[in-house]
């Protein structure tokens, strides 16, 4: 151990000072998958993402993304457009986005028109971010009447097409999105895997990857998206949005108590039983059998659980591992009261910068 006021403690300090301050500056952005609690109702799921996005929008959060989902009644936000639109209006300055639209499940064209109409009505405002999973099963796929059989590489290809929509119109062109044409639209592509960054890369756009809940090619992912990123006229060099599970409460227990109803979640859907939000239990971890710890171990990896310090210690920890640029936070908590503390606690903790 080096004696006090040595190089050594010298250099410890400063680079405790230096993360502190790097974690500090990262912008901090909110996932709310609007959550359907045993016993309530989509409707009132809504009313609470309203409640939260008003929240979150006082404590100085960068932005507040919604993501299709069907077929999923623990999850209220299909419609995602039509749900961000509520939100929208009840706020005022924060950023208000999917995270993702599932592009495959619709004609960008369409896409191009809703969010152009966002964009219209709340200029400045409007993240649309895309990805190519279905967001469902293949029972609510098929329901959709989307081609099945379409080749994954189609996707690419949709996300140039609808990014040309926001251009301003060409004079005599055939087809154009109105609203959306000239509107100022910030396109994200979301991934869980090797793909997505590659082709956020190549179009030079930025990038969020679902480490919240696949957490697996994240590191990977990330390099490839650094190293391969070409300027656009949209972003200049490139920039890494990581999702991270964060169950903040006055104490540990209490946290790890919360962050239960999410792995009975996990567990539920990855054994073909998904259903509403379970009410959180105590010492949930000694009930789960060792497959199932693995399984949760592997998923939910990406997640920091406890009161104020652990917070504060996990995330700066999570900063420093993955040099993210932004982190986007979402916690399925049951207790509606409870999960506007736990992001009340992350900022708190954290010093949102202004």
């Not at 005022?92 to 592009?103: D, E, Y």
């Not at 590489?153 to 097409?161: H, M």
């Not at 239990?281 to 171990?297: E, H």
Request: glycine share 8%.
């Amino acid at each position: 151990m080096s004696p006090s006021g040595s190089p050594g403690k010298g250099r410890a300090v400063a680079f405790r000072g230096a993360l502190h301050h790097i974690v500090r500056m990262i912008p901090l952005s909110v996932l709310d998958l609007s959550p359907v609690p045993q016993g309530s109702t989509p409707g009132q799921a809504l009313r609470n993402s309203i409640d939260l996005a008003r929240h979150v929008e006082s404590l100085g959060y960068a932005r507040y993304w919604m993501a299709e989902h069907h077929n999923m009644a623990g999850i209220a936000s299909a419609a995602t457009a039509v749900a961000l639109a509520h939100v929208a209006v009840a706020t005022s300055t924060i950023r208000v986005g999917a995270g993702g639209i599932m592009l495959p499940n619709h004609a960008p064209l369409l896409i191009a028109e809703q969010f152009g109409t966002l964009a219209a009505l709340h200029p400045g405002r409007i993240d649309l971010g895309l990805g190519r999973a279905p967001g469902s099963d293949p029972i609510a796929a098929h329901a959709m009447r989307r081609n099945l059989s379409a080749d994954v590489n189609q996707f690419p290809a949709d996300v140039v097409e609808l990014m040309s929509y926001f251009k301003p119109a060409e004079p005599q062109q055939a087809l154009r999105a109105v609203p959306g044409e000239g509107e100022e639209v910030a396109i994200w592509i979301l991934g869980s895997s090797l793909f997505g960054a590659q082709l956020a890369a190549h179009l030079g756009l930025p990038f969020a990857f679902a480490s919240h809940f696949a957490p697996a090619e994240m590191h990977h992912a990330m390099a490839l998206y650094r190293e391969r990123f070409r300027p656009s006229d949209r972003l200049a060099k490139p920039h890494v949005m990581l999702g991270v599970n964060i169950f903040a409460a006055d104490t540990d227990d209490e946290a790890r108590f919360l962050f239960s109803s999410l792995q009975q979640a996990f567990l539920n859907l990855r054994r073909g039983r998904p259903g509403k939000l379970p009410p959180p239990v105590a010492n949930f971890d000694a009930d789960v059998d060792r497959f199932g710890r693995t399984m949760l171990a592997d998923a939910l990896a990406c997640s920091v659980v406890g009161g104020p310090e652990t917070i504060r210690d996990g995330l700066r920890a999570f900063v420093a591992s993955t040099g993210a640029d932004e982190l986007m936070v979402t916690a399925q908590i049951f207790d509606h009261a409870a999960r506007k503390r736990s992001f009340e606690i992350l900022a708190r903790e954290i010093e949102i910068p202004g």
